[in-house]
């Protein structure tokens, strides 16, 4: 399909596992975002990649969250020692990047529960 | 940190009645968007609001961007439960910035 690809759509865990989430986003989109949505809450940043730039990772809610994007396109988030807490739908967008106001096109998102 | 605040919270309507939706910034906006949110399902982009006083319109909803009151809002007209979702805004978290963050959401419900 032309949309962001988001691999696994459901995970289950137990805690202290490690678990990656993918994310493939639109060809020819330089900009992708992660971002997690607890329940009933909002969206929260994440981490920011753009091009061959250093990503902005200033989201990131501790050191055992991690991400990486290889060749300027899929991209892998990983989360090491799963906690209670890390449940949460996690969302990944591209967008054509290059300019402030291009439209984020967002996946259907990874929903993980750690149980 | 900038921050974006919704009201209301929620929002339960009656088909066929009009109803406002609120997105206020705790810093200025360098622009906006309006998502929607189906109920587990991913978000849909619905416009994209770039200059002060700037107001755009799709099928029942419209939305307006107010750069000095550093505020969107976007109005459905005569709503129906095919509106029925999460209402979500978002933006540059600064000039510059590629950081996109997103205002805590707005859900409706719509009774038929």
């Known amino acids: 399909g032309a949309g962001v690809s988001q691999s696994p759509s459901n995970k289950v865990t137990e805690k202290g596992k490690d678990v990656e989430l993918r994310c493939d986003p639109i060809?020819?989109?330089?900009?992708l975002y992660w971002y997690r949505q607890s329940l009933g809450q909002g969206l929260e940043f994440l981490i920011y990649f753009q091009g061959n730039s250093a990503p902005d990772k200033s989201g990131l809610p501790s050191d055992r969250f991690s991400a990486e994007r290889t060749g300027g396109s899929v991209s892998t988030l990983t989360i090491q020692r799963t906690q209670q807490e890390d449940s949460a739908v996690y969302l990944c967008?591209?967008?054509?990047?290059?300019?402030?106001?291009?439209?984020?096109?967002f996946g259907e998102g990874s929903r993980l529960t750690v149980l | 940190s900038q921050e974006l605040e919704q009201s209301p919270q929620s929002l339960i309507v009656q088909e066929g009645k009009n109803l406002t939706i609120n997105c206020t910034s705790s810093k200025t906006l360098y622009g906006l968007y309006w998502y929607k949110q189906k109920y587990g399902e991913g978000l849909i982009f619905l416009m994209m609001?770039?200059?002060?006083?700037e107001e755009k319109s799709h099928e029942k909803i419209t939305a307006k961007l107010d750069e000095k009151k550093q505020q969107s809002s976007l109005h459905i007209t005569a709503s129906q439960p095919s509106h029925a979702g999460i209402y979500l805004c978002g933006a540059p978290g600064a000039s510059g910035t590629y950081k996109y963050i997103f205002g805590t959401g707005t859900r409706l419900k719509v009774l038929a």
């Open positions: 609001l770039q200059k002060g006083g």
């Open positions: 060809s020819g989109h330089t900009a």
């Open positions: 967008a591209s967008s054509l990047g290059g300019q402030i106001l291009w439209e984020l096109f």
